[in-house]
């Protein structure tokens, strides 16, 4: 299943199911996968949903004890936690981001302005629930345009059927007059 959620970007919902007794780390890759944050090319990293578990940990620490910059990661931290190169974990953000499942946000440590991402929630269902906020509304307006649609398709057929009478009143009325 795909759901575009914004104008070029493609976020794939998959059905993975989970085992019986799962691990935390089986359901993180179901969870990534069902979302569309799993990496979609062929040989790509499988180590994705490690930087899911770390931002929850870090939200988590974050919470306990009140700092902001606990709960962030860098791209650089991410991409260590993915096995993949910063630049990789860039095009992987963004879908992160649309689903806003993750958030922007920055801080200054020893005069440095330090930006990364953090988890958009507290805890992980929290940060879900933003997620699915934007999958819903995006069908809920495909829901719309359905409607729209078949009105539409409706009074195509309407007005074609119409046309065509008329033109076979036009004909007729023609064919009399001759």
């Given amino acids: 299943m795909e759901v575009s959620i914004f104008a070029k970007t493609k976020i794939v919902l998959q059905t993975h199911e989970p085992s019986m007794n799962p ?5 993180a890759k179901i969870v990534m996968a069902r979302i569309g944050l799993e990496p979609r090319k062929l040989g790509s990293t499988d180590k994705m949903y490690r930087c899911l578990l770390e931002l929850y940990e870090r939200a988590k620490v974050s919470y306990r ?5 606990s709960s962030v990661m860098t791209v650089e931290e991410m991409a260590f936690y993915a096995g993949i190169t910063r630049q990789t974990m860039y095009d992987y953000l963004k879908r992160w ?3 806003n499942l993750i958030e922007k946000t920055s801080y200054i440590k020893e005069n440095k302005v330090v930006i990364g991402y953090k988890l958009n ?3 992980l269902e929290q940060a879900f629930e933003k ?9 809920n307006e495909t829901m719309q345009y359905i409607q729209q649609l078949q009105k539409l398709i409706k009074n195509e057929k309407i007005s074609n059927t119409q046309k065509l009478k008329a033109t076979e009143d036009t004909l007729t009325t023609t064919d009399l007059a001759s």
């Fill in 97 to 99: 981001l649309i689903l």
């Fill in 23 to 27: 691990t935390s780390e089986e359901l």
């Fill in 65 to 69: 004890e009140k700092k902001l910059e």
């Fill in 131 to 139: 997620a699915h906020h934007n999958i819903t509304k995006n069908l």
């Fill in 121 to 123: 929630g507290n805890t």
